[in-house]
C-alpha cells in the first residue's frame, strides 16, 4: 500500500508546490507593475523611520505616564493605538519585505557559488529573526497590548537591514554602478 | 490489439498537436534561443512517424518493432533531460553564482540517475528496457523538482523567464508529474480500478504541448534586455563588504536576543 502512496502524495505535493509558486509569480508581476512608477524614495524601507511618532503617541495616552518602567512593560493598547501600532507593524513588515527584495537582486549577482551561500545564509537568519520578533508582537496586537522594547527591536533589525542596503546601494552608486541600483531597485 | 476508440482520437490529436509544434517552432525561430528544444520537438515527430513505419512494415509484435519503439523513447528521453539543462542554462547563464550553483545540482542528478540506469540495465534480461523505465522513472522525478527549483529561484531573485522558456517549464513540469502519478495507476495492481487513466496518461502529453503552443501563437517578444550586470570586480568587493556587514547584524542582534530572553 506504502508503495502507491508515497509517490501519489509526492507527485500531489509537487503538483500544489507548482500552483503555489505560480500563482506567487503571477501576484509579484503584478505588484512589479502596478509599482511601476514609484519614486526611488518609496522602492526602499522608510517606515521604519516612523518609530518615535508611534512611542510619543503612545506615551501622550494618558494612562501609560504613570508607567515608571516605560520599555519593558506590555501596555495594554485602546481602540486607537492598537490600531496605529497594527499599521505600523505593518509598515516595518513591507520595509522587510522591500529590503529583502532588494538584498536578493543584489546578491544575485554574486560571482561565485561561496559568497552567495554565504549571503543567503545571513538572510535566512536575519529573516528568522524578523519573522520571531513579528509573530510575537502581532500576537499581543491581537490582544491589545504591545511592550515598547519589544517593538523597539523590531523596528532595529529594520532599521539596520535598511541602513545596510541603503549603504551598500551608495556604495555602488558612488563607484559608477548607477544604472545597476536603478534596474535593482526597479526589479524589487 | 484493440485500442478504444476515445484513446485512438486522443493518440490521432496527439500526433496532430506535435506536427503543428514542430511547424510552430521552426516558423517562429524557436532555435535561434533554444536549440535543444527545437531538436526535440522535431524529435517528438519523427518518433511517431518512425515506429509507425516500423509497426507497419514488421508488425506490432515483431522483434525489430519491440527495439525500434524502446530505443526511440529512448532517444527522446535523452531530449527531455537535454531541454531542462538548456532551460537552466538560458534562464540562469547571466548569473555566475547561481549559475554554478544549478549546474553542479543538474550535473550530480543526472550522473546518479544515468549509473543507477546503468546498473538496472545490467541486472536486467533485456538491458534496453532496464535502461530506460529507471531513467523515466528518475527523470520525471529529478525533473519536476528541477523545474520547480528553477521557478521557486526565478520568483526569488525576480530573475523572470521569458514567456516561451516559463511556457516550456510549466509545460515539462506538469507533464513530469503526471508522469509519476502515471507508473502508479498504470500498474498491474490498480489497472483494473482506474482503467480510464490511460486516457488520461496520453491527453496529459497534449495539455503539455498545448502549453508550449500557445506562446508561439504569435511572433516570439524579442527577448527582455539583457540585465545590468555589475563588473566582477565590484561584484566581489561590494558584496564582500555586504556580508561582514550582514555577519555584524545577525551577531548584534543574537545578543540583543539573548539580553532580552535573560
Request: proline content about 4%; some cysteine; charged content about 20%.
Amino acid at each position: 500500500m506504502i508503495g502507491f502512496v508515497v509517490p501519489i502524495a509526492l507527485a500531489l505535493a509537487l503538483l500544489g508546490l507548482l500552483l503555489v509558486l505560480s500563482h506567487r509569480e503571477k501576484s509579484e508581476k503584478r505588484r512589479l507593475a502596478s509599482e511601476g512608477y514609484l519614486p526611488v524614495e518609496e522602492r526602499v524601507p522608510r517606515h521604519y523611520k516612523m518609530f518615535t511618532v508611534i512611542e510619543k503617541k503612545l506615551w501622550s495616552a494618558e494612562e501609560y505616564k504613570r508607567v515608571n518602567t516605560w520599555d519593558s512593560t506590555n501596555l495594554s493598547l485602546r481602540q486607537t493605538e492598537s490600531k496605529l501600532v497594527a499599521e505600523y507593524v505593518r509598515g516595518l513588515r513591507e520595509d522587510f519585505g522591500r529590503g529583502n527584495r532588494i538584498f536578493g537582486a543584489v546578491i544575485l549577482h554574486s560571482p561565485d557559488v561561496r559568497i552567495l551561500s554565504q549571503l543567503e545564509r545571513q538572510r535566512l537568519r536575519l529573516r528568522f529573526s524578523f519573522w520571531t520578533w513579528y509573530v510575537l508582537i502581532s500576537v499581543k496586537l491581537r490582544m491589545n497590548s504591545v511592550s515598547v522594547r519589544e517593538l523597539k527591536r523590531l523596528t532595529d533589525v529594520v532599521a539596520t537591514f535598511a541602513y545596510q542596503i541603503r549603504t551598500m546601494l551608495i556604495a555602488l552608486e558612488e563607484s559608477g554602478n548607477s544604472e545597476f541600483v536603478r534596474s535593482v531597485l526597479s526589479r524589487s | 490489439m484493440h485500442i478504444p476508440a476515445f484513446e485512438n482520437l486522443l493518440w490521432g490529436l496527439g500526433t496532430a498537436l506535435k506536427v503543428l509544434l514542430c511547424i510552430l517552432v521552426v516558423y517562429r525561430r524557436v532555435y535561434s534561443r533554444l536549440p535543444l528544444f527545437t531538436v526535440y520537438a522535431v524529435l517528438l515527430v519523427v518518433e511517431v512517424i518512425f515506429v509507425w513505419l516500423v509497426y507497419r512494415t514488421w508488425g506490432y509484435t515483431s522483434g525489430v518493432a519491440w527495439y525500434a519503439y524502446w530505443s526511440a523513447l529512448a532517444i527522446v528521453l535523452l531530449a527531455r533531460g537535454l531541454v531542462i539543462a538548456e532551460l537552466c542554462w538560458v534562464s540562469l547563464k547571466n548569473y555566475p553564482g547561481v549559475w554554478s550553483l544549478a549546474r553542479k545540482i543538474v550535473g550530480v542528478t543526472a550522473t546518479a540517475l544515468l549509473a543507477s540506469a546503468g546498473v538496472s540495465a545490467a541486472l536486467n534480461k533485456h538491458w534496453i528496457v532496464g535502461f530506460v523505465l529507471t531513467t523515466e522513472r528518475g527523470l520525471e522525478f529529478a525533473a519536476s523538482v528541477i523545474l520547480i527549483l528553477l521557478l521557486a529561484v526565478s520568483i526569488q531573485y525576480k530573475a523572470w523567464l521569458e514567456p516561451m522558456e516559463h511556457s516550456i517549464l510549466i509545460g515539462l513540469a506538469v507533464y513530469s508529474i503526471f508522469q509519476m502519478l502515471n507508473r502508479t495507476f498504470m500498474s498491474p495492481l490498480m489497472t483494473p480500478y482506474f482503467h480510464w487513466w490511460d486516457s488520461v496518461r496520453i491527453a496529459c502529453f497534449d495539455i503539455a504541448i498545448v502549453t508550449w503552443l500557445y506562446p508561439l501563437r504569435r511572433p516570439l517578444p524579442t527577448p527582455s534586455a539583457p540585465p545590468v550586470l555589475l563588473s566582477e570586480e565590484a561584484a566581489s568587493d561590494s558584496l564582500h563588504q555586504l556580508l561582514e556587514r550582514m555577519q555584524e547584524l545577525t551577531s548584534e542582534l543574537k545578543h540583543l536576543r539573548k539580553a532580552i530572553w535573560k
